[in-house]
């Protein structure tokens, strides 16, 4: 029985994919649920799944453009749990049959030839051969080279025990002999002197050989004293090469939506800057035990999500968007955390952070980052979004203005962060500092808004204990006791 497998619908308005990749060759055995290869749309990267095992026959190229519903490849069922070499292009003729089948002394005909082999010859050919070939009686070729053979055995004998190693020794003296070289002040690498030794050569072949010798040279090697100068003979490689990839589908849609938000939107970035001591202090205290309680680690990027969470439900308008004539305010948070992948930067989305606590934001952003980055996120968690986060800082940026992503109006921008001199109640202290940046559209988002969110963001992060617990007990709070 065979199979097809179908290109999926990678979400709604989308009808027509790239087939990024193939995981495995024609004529490959799978097994159930095995990733065969891979689909990429205008907005994310899909596996293809083989729903039985069995023998693939792939049916479209890597770089083809399919539509939903077409037939990527197709699974011989039947073949389910036997190996790849069980399916020969050709079947070979069963001689073991033939063998049995006819008796000695038949003859039988090879082109337009008859021939008449005796069980005697056989066994003698296949002492000759190896028992692999058949022999055909009457040529002389056999003949010769078994009595090639014969004559090579009587040679070694003559030369008595150890003969073999006596030659092998010679060769080796000669090897050395014909590397020796007047040149005794000379230096070959490694290699060099094993490729001299495979070609039988010598240091002065390779000097004398090389060209003539400049005053260049002359004057290197007096500078140099003992010490003959070899950068005169090395040339270094320059490359012209260039290389060129085709831009995916994903890649495309990608500039396409970057060129529009330049170009529709009037975004302008603030920024400030944020002491992170109160967080990294918390995090350190704390680590151990939210570790243990929830078995993952506390990042800074939960800290932000909840901070601009809170944030947001003050300033509205920032978690608004422009819909035609119309401005739309969400009642409720969807954070999207911007990811780089291999395919390009994704941006899937904490829904309803508003209801999560630090603990559950974690776990989330740990969970959809880990699939964005195997390319195994799906397409509603990457859907909608009121507002984004993107961490530069971990690539080492200390200052950027990030793009919106639409239809959302409003980006934070998060950087790396440095020990900085700062002022400290009328003393220079040295605080770890983080720059943060808003890129906001000023058709949605008044100067004031922007400017009051964003310090809002710095005063949650550097008071983090009032922004997550309040009057109650922070400990309880943060590990959900």
């Known amino acids: 029985m065979t199979i097809e497998i179908k290109i999926p619908s990678p979400g709604e308005s989308i009808s027509e ?58 699974i011989d069922t039947s073949a389910e749990g036997t190996k790849k070499e069980d399916f020969p292009d050709e079947k070979e003729p069963d001689s073991s049959k033939d063998k049995q089948e006819k008796p000695a002394g038949v003859p039988e005909k090879k082109g337009d030839q008859e021939q008449e082999i005796s069980d005697g010859m056989q066994e003698k050919a296949g002492k000759v051969q190896g028992g692999s070939e058949r022999v055909q009686g009457g040529s002389g070729r056999e003949q010769k080279d078994h ?12 030369d008595g025990p150890g003969g073999g190693l006596k030659k092998e020794q010679s060769y080796k003296a000669d090897e050395k002999k014909a590397t020796a070289s007047i040149h005794t002040n000379a230096k070959a690498t490694p290699v060099a002197r094993k490729m001299m030794e495979e ?66 939107t009037a975004m302008l970035t603030t920024f400030n800057e944020a002491d992170m001591s109160s967080v990294m202090d918390l995090r350190k205290k704390y680590q151990e035990k ?35 004539d119309e401005i739309v305010t969400p009642e409720f948070c969807d954070v999207g ?64 203005t990030p793009i919106l992503n639409p239809p959302q109006s409003a980006i934070l921008g998060m950087h790396n962060i440095i020990d900085r001199p700062v002022a400290v109640n009328g003393k220079v202290e040295i605080r770890p500092m983080m720059y943060i940046a808003l890129s906001y559209d000023h058709r949605v988002i008044d100067g004031r808004d922007s400017v009051g969110f964003l310090k809002t963001i710095k005063e949650f992060i550097e008071q983090p204990t009032a922004m997550l617990f309040g009057k109650q007990d922070p400990e309880r709070m943060l590990l959900g006791l």
């Open 199 to 264: 070609e039988g050569l010598n240091i002065d072949d390779i000097i004398n050989g090389l060209r003539k010798i400049t005053s260049n040279d002359v004057q290197s090697v007096k500078e140099l004293g003992d010490k003959p100068s070899t950068e005169s003979f090395t040339k270094k490689e320059v490359s012209r090469e260039q290389q060129r990839a085709r831009l995916s589908q994903l890649r495309k849609k990608i500039s396409e939506r970057l060129v529009a938000v330049k170009n529709e």
């Open 17 to 74: 994919v790239e087939l990024a990749s193939w995981f495995v060759e024609n004529g490959d055995m799978v097994e159930r649920d095995q990733e065969v290869g891979e689909i990429e749309s205008e907005k994310a990267t899909l596996p293809l799944i083989a729903d039985k095992g069995g023998k693939i026959e792939l049916l479209a190229e890597v770089g083809d453009m399919l539509k939903v519903g077409d037939v990527a490849c197709k």
């Open 337 to 400: 955390i911007a990811v780089q992948t291999d395919k390009g930067l994704m941006v899937p989305i904490i829904r309803n952070t508003e209801t999560l606590e630090l603990a559950e934001i974690e776990q989330q952003i740990m969970e959809i980052a880990g699939r964005a980055r195997k390319n195994r996120i799906s397409m509603d968690e990457l859907s909608g979004g009121t507002f984004t986060i993107t961490n530069g800082g971990i690539f080492g940026s200390m200052l950027s």
């Open 290 to 324: 939210f570790v243990e309680q929830h078995g993952i680690k506390l990042g800074f990027m939960s800290f932000f999500t909840k901070a601009v969470t809170m944030a947001l439900q003050q300033y509205p308008s920032v978690n608004s968007y422009m819909e035609g």
């Open 147 to 158: 009595e090639e053979k014969q004559e090579e055995a009587e040679k070694k004998e003559e």
